[in-house]
């Protein structure tokens, strides 16, 4: 009752094998939360998962968050995705780096860190693929992750809803005539206590 899990998640490669490598993901992470909320368990599971259905040929970026309410604390892992922005209630950014490598690409995992944030009250936490970063305008310009902190930064008070649609928008008029290369996600949290 106290506690949620978030995660994002980026496959590698198109297609098929990459959708079905995906959906497989996501049914084996909704089992493993009904029986923990240990992510260190939870990531080399999927790890091995991914190992086991992908062969060595694809792999996963994935970043974790449990937030537990009544402790008002944060644990994640970053299992080499793009650094979530967390945004606190006095606009402070951190960028949340800490975990472990790709999942599917070793057994065991290298490394593997959960990472813990306390008395974390009132936060913004800001998640999202490279597709969104690495798109380009017509200059070669790349979007980059300074311009999508700086955007978010100046617009904190929006409604998540209304701050994504207005940043895919954005983003529309940065890349001018070009096309996307990559799919994009963003996925919000905004916590108030």
Request: contains cysteine; hydrophobic residues 40%.
């Amino acid at each position: 009752e106290d506690k949620f899990l978030l995660c994002i998640a980026d496959v590698s490669g198109k297609g098929v094998p990459a959708a079905i490598l995906m959906s497989n993901f996501q049914a084996a992470l909704r089992v493993l939360v009904h029986y923990t909320n240990d992510l260190k368990q939870i990531v080399e599971e999927l790890n091995q998962l991914i190992l086991k259905t992908s062969s060595g040929g694809s792999f996963i970026t994935a970043f974790f968050a449990i937030y537990d309410k009544k402790a008002k604390s944060l644990s994640y892992v970053n299992a080499g995705h793009n650094s979530p922005f967390l945004y606190t209630v006095a606009g402070d950014l951190e960028l949340l780096e800490k975990g472990a490598t790709i999942l599917g690409g070793f057994a065991p995992l290298p490394f593997l860190d959960v990472a813990s944030i306390n008395d974390l009250g009132d936060f913004f936490l800001f998640c999202f693929t490279d597709g969104f970063t690495e798109t380009y305008n017509e200059d070669g310009e790349e979007f980059g992750e300074d311009a999508l902190a700086q955007y978010i930064q100046k617009n904190l008070e929006l409604d998540p809803k209304i701050l994504h649609q207005n940043l895919l928008d954005y983003l529309e008029n940065f890349k001018e005539g070009n096309k996307y290369i990559d799919d994009i996600t963003l996925l919000s949290c905004k916590v108030s206590s």
